[in-house]
């Protein structure tokens, strides 16, 4: 019996930590965006943080877009091959890229360069009270450090998404193209016939922004809520990526269900 | 004008149930440097978060120039700190920032001077702190000493008429030691603020503060002038002043019986 109640106490304490949680993120993002226009006065610090999270992820994200790209061109080639609409290739390259794999790959690839490090920085800032004293000299952390890093991401993830599928669709020009030699005429002209601008282009461009904001959300609230010390930021830093990828995979079941179902 | 900047009336103050604090008084005269003693974990840092509206207490109040403190609203709280300067335990400089940058945060953040006279500001306080020749240092290429006075830069970048100062000397070498309590006592008297320090070095402290206050189980356990509590009989501060290990502060944390707990 009491083993019982133990059970259902932990089970209550663990789910009202999780509410606790998701309430404090809540607020974070109510504040962030009160502070917005308190942040956007100083536009260069949003300029520096695009620099940061979307500049430097620039390299990780062209070449990961360029491998998925090359073997989505393989694995498709080798199966359309079999029905005989090789030609289809590009299709299917551009699409599975700018439906999927282009605003997935990109947010969980953001999600563990980006989001670490602004998690792990906001932390550390928190544990060597940086943001204290920036309390104590009236100046709000939320307009000063968490809306410059918001907007930054949610510009920044749209951009490199974009850029994923592009590179990606490259990387599948390259293999089918140029290494296997399907027609490049009816590799482009299909792609062209058969991508949707409002169907395929635009909801993969929606799903871009809400992965964006979901993991620049979660990368900020987990270092404003990390213990200030070594174990806690690192805790943090690990949840980020848990998080944010459960959360980006979860969101895409969902708005795929919406969208093109 | 009231001749105490700062006062502390009756103040309780924990976190969860335990309270650190039990109705606490305290005045902080205008122009003094006064400093808050006592052993580590006694909550003197606490009092200084408290001041600075960081905390909320349980009971009583802090007053700052005659405002409560716990009663401001955001835009009321931040209007009293721009009247503070506080200096952190380990400077807390931005380490993205270089120390010029460090020292002109508060000036870009709250003025509209224009950048030549931001640059001469910035130029004066480091002079004052004696590292105007490390203007365009990193933060992380500073040692720890160095670190501590251009956060004392940046404390005092906007004339504050408060200037709170948590451990000051703590792992600091004699030398920096010495320069950051002629730092205090200067700057104090040149910028004409009342300066609180939050200490527990006591040969530094009682060199040049002007009233001490004693903390010990949430409570003030004696105040006076450092003159007043070198004569003073209280066994707590005996103990305190002339660093002895056992005391009325025992040695020994509260544990069950040494032979129980070694199963003899």
């Known amino acids: 019996m009491n083993k019982l109640l133990n059970f259902f106490g932990n089970l209550g304490f663990a789910l009202r930590s999780k509410l606790y949680r998701l309430g404090a993120g809540t607020r974070l993002f109510f504040l962030t965006l009160i502070y917005s226009a308190d942040s956007f006065r100083r536009i260069h610090l949003t300029i520096r943080e695009i620099y940061y999270t979307g500049v430097l992820s620039l390299v990780i994200i062209v070449v990961s877009a360029f491998f998925v790209g090359m073997v989505l061109g393989l694995q498709g080639y080798y199966t359309l091959e079999k029905y005989g609409s090789s030609e289809a290739i590009g299709v299917l390259v551009a699409l599975a890229l700018v439906r999927e794999l282009g605003p997935v790959v990109t947010a969980l ?6 989001g670490t490090a602004i998690t792990a920085e906001i932390g550390l800032m ?9 309390e104590m000299m009236a100046v709000s952390p939320i307009a000063r450090i968490i809306a410059p890093r918001f907007w930054a991401g949610m510009i920044s993830m749209p951009i490199l998404a974009t850029i994923f599928s592009m590179v990606g669709i490259l990387g599948g020009y390259f293999i089918a193209v140029l290494v296997i030699g399907v027609d490049e005429g009816a590799f482009w002209s299909q792609m062209q016939a ?9 909801d993969g461009a929606i799903k871009s922004v809400v992965f964006g904001f979901a993991c620049t959300i979660i990368a900020l609230f987990e270092g404003f809520d990390a213990p200030p010390t070594a174990e806690g930021v690192s805790r943090a830093t690990t949840r980020t990526v848990v998080i944010s990828s459960l959360t980006v995979l979860g969101l895409d079941f969902i708005l795929t269900s919406f969208m093109f179902v | 004008m009231s001749d105490n900047l700062i006062s502390i009336e009756n103040l309780s103050f924990g976190f969860g149930k335990t309270l650190l604090h039990k109705d606490i008084n305290m005045q902080f005269s205008r122009g003094k440097v006064s400093a808050i003693m006592g052993g580590s974990g006694c909550g003197k840092t606490t009092i200084l978060r408290l001041i600075g509206g960081q905390l909320t207490p349980n009971a009583g109040k802090v007053i700052v120039d005659g405002d409560i403190v716990h009663e401001q609203d955001r835009n009321g709280l931040y209007h009293m700190r721009r009247k503070m300067g506080m200096l952190f335990q380990h400077g807390a400089l931005f380490t993205d920032l270089s120390v010029y940058e460090n020292v002109a945060f508060p000036m870009r953040e709250h003025t509209n001077l224009p950048e030549n006279i931001i640059r001469d500001l910035v130029l004066l306080k480091l002079n004052a702190v004696g590292l105007r020749g490390a203007y365009d240092k990193m933060p992380a290429e500073l040692s720890g000493g160095m670190a501590r006075r251009v956060a004392l830069a940046r404390a005092i970048a906007l004339d504050p008429d408060i200037i709170m100062y948590d451990e000051p000397f703590a792992g600091l070498d004699p030398i920096s030691m010495a320069v950051i309590c002629d730092l205090i006592r200067t700057l104090n008297d040149a910028l004409g603020a009342t300066s609180i320090i939050v200490t527990h070095d006591v040969a ?11 903390l010990a189980d949430g409570t003030v356990a004696a105040e006076g002038s450092p003159k007043q509590l070198m004569a003073s009989k209280l066994p707590f501060v005996k103990q305190f002043i002339h660093s002895e290990k056992d005391g009325p502060v025992p040695f020994h944390a509260d544990a069950p019986n040494y032979k129980t707990d070694l199963r003899l």
């Not at chain 2, 530094?204 to 004693?214: G, K, L, R």
């Open chain 1, 126 to 134: 928190k544990a060597t009270e940086q943001l204290s004293a920036m």
């Open chain 1, 194 to 202: 058969n991508v949707d601008f409002s169907n395929d282009i635009i």
């Open chain 1, 109 to 114: 690839l953001f999600a563990g360069r980006a």
């Open chain 2, 204 to 214: 530094e402290t009682f060199s040049f503060a002007d009233y001490i206050y004693f």
